[in-house]
Structures are given as structure tokens and as C-alpha cells.
T-cell receptor, first 116, second 114 residues
């Protein structure tokens, strides 16, 4: 399968716990994006990587959120001290020239986070 | 904040009918994309139309873009039950060689009744 993959698909945690999600982009894509989607809303941009460099962060990304993309391949999104308001679907997308074009983003299946 | 607003919020049609969804946005854009999302799943890219294009086709899909009105429409012809999903428009307003960050609307929920 050459699509974007995300793990885990579902995560249930208690308030105050830390969680980490992983995204594996399409192998030839150098751009990787994280979005968050709450019920009944469209996805909202969180952050963007070009290779290993994190180039943009949304104001939605509070200090409790951190994202990394070591070696410019997979990426992780960590949420520390989770709050009930963090409950959402976390979507990862990638883009590149193959398949392209560069501005077409291919999304993974998402990780659904429930904070109790 | 959400740039695009889809209209209607929900649409219910019979199989075989055409479905039209509209999207309005606020700022100048580089391109506009339409995505489909089945319940609780990831987004599937349907079509991208650039700001200098007016119409684009892909199979049963037809997208129009009117930059003077800051609006787009997605037409699905001869709908099928499998088209039941939420449809989102997303705009890319990045300046220059930007990040291609997408701003999504709230979506139109389409139900196609067999």
C-alpha cells in the first residue's frame, strides 16, 4: 500500500495523560501536514513539515502539542497533559511531485482521540 | 478559522439524480480543491482547480470556479448510493512558494437514496 498511513487508528486516554500519534507519508513525498477535525467541522491546519524542517505552526498548536519529523520520513504528533477538548480526529497528509502535483494533499485515515 | 462555506449543509437525493454543492470563500486563492469523506474516515482528494481555470471535469464530477464571486460548485452526475459522504471544499491561499496549507469549509453531507 503506497498511501498515507496513521497509527493508532483509535486512542482512548484519560485526561492528563500523554499520547503520541504516528504518520507515515507516501514514500516520495517531502511535505507532511497535520490537521485536526472535530465533529461536524472541516479539518483545521495544525502544522507543516518540508523534509525534516517544521516550517509552519497554527495558533491551534498550543505548548502541549509537539510534532517531529526526524530524517524527513515519518512524523509524530505528541499531546501532553491531554484535555477533553483535545478529543478529535487527527489527520495527516502528504504532498510531493510523485504523485503530484505538489499542492495536492493525500490524507491518511486519521487517528481518533477520545479523552475521558 | 474556516475560509470556505459549503452550501447546502445537507442534501438528500434519489440515486440517478444529479447533486450540486456550492462553496464560497473569502480571500484570493491559488487553487480550490474538493475532498470526499466517508463517515469517520480520512479524506479522499477528488479534484483540484486552479485560480486561472473556470471549469474542470473528472469522470462524473464537474467543478466550476468563479473567482470574481469567490465561489465554486461541485456537480456529481448520475449519483450512486456509494456517493453518500461529506464533501468539503478546501482553499490554498499561500503566497509565493508557500506551504500549500489548506483551509476547509464545514462540508456538505450528501445522502443518495437507492
Amino acid at each position: 500500500d503506497t498511501g498515507v498511513s496513521q497509527n493508532p487508528r483509535h486512542k482512548i486516554t484519560k485526561r492528563g495523560q500523554n499520547v503520541t500519534f504516528r504518520c507515515d507519508p507516501i514514500s516520495e513525498h517531502n511535505r507532511l501536514y497535520w490537521y485536526r477535525q472535530t465533529l461536524g467541522q472541516g479539518p483545521e491546519f495544525l502544522t507543516y513539515f518540508q523534509n525534516e524542517a517544521q516550517l509552519e505552526k497554527s495558533r491551534l498548536l498550543s505548548d502541549r502539542f509537539s510534532a517531529e519529523r526526524p530524517k524527513g520520513s515519518f512524523s509524530t504528533l505528541e499531546i501532553q497533559r491531554t484535555e477533553q477538548g483535545d478529543s478529535a480526529m487527527y489527520l495527516c497528509a502528504s504532498s510531493g511531485t510523485r504523485p503530484g502535483p505538489l499542492d495536492t494533499q493525500y490524507f491518511g485515515p486519521g487517528t481518533r482521540l477520545t479523552v475521558l | 478559522s474556516q475560509q470556505g462555506e459549503e452550501d447546502p449543509q445537507a442534501l438528500s437525493i434519489q440515486e440517478g439524480e444529479n447533486a450540486t454543492m456550492n462553496c464560497s470563500y473569502k480571500t484570493s486563492i491559488n487553487n480550490l480543491q474538493w475532498y470526499r469523506q466517508n463517515s469517520g474516515r480520512g479524506l479522499v482528494h477528488l479534484i483540484l482547480i486552479r485560480s486561472n481555470e473556470r471549469e474542470k471535469h473528472s469522470g462524473r464530477l464537474r467543478v466550476t470556479l468563479d473567482t470574481s464571486k469567490k465561489s465554486s460548485s461541485l456537480l456529481i452526475t448520475a449519483s450512486r448510493a456509494a456517493d453518500t459522504a461529506s464533501y468539503f471544499c478546501a482553499t490554498d491561499a499561500s503566497a509565493g512558494a508557500g506551504s500549500y496549507q489548506l483551509t476547509f469549509g464545514k462540508g456538505t453531507k450528501l445522502s443518495v437514496i437507492p
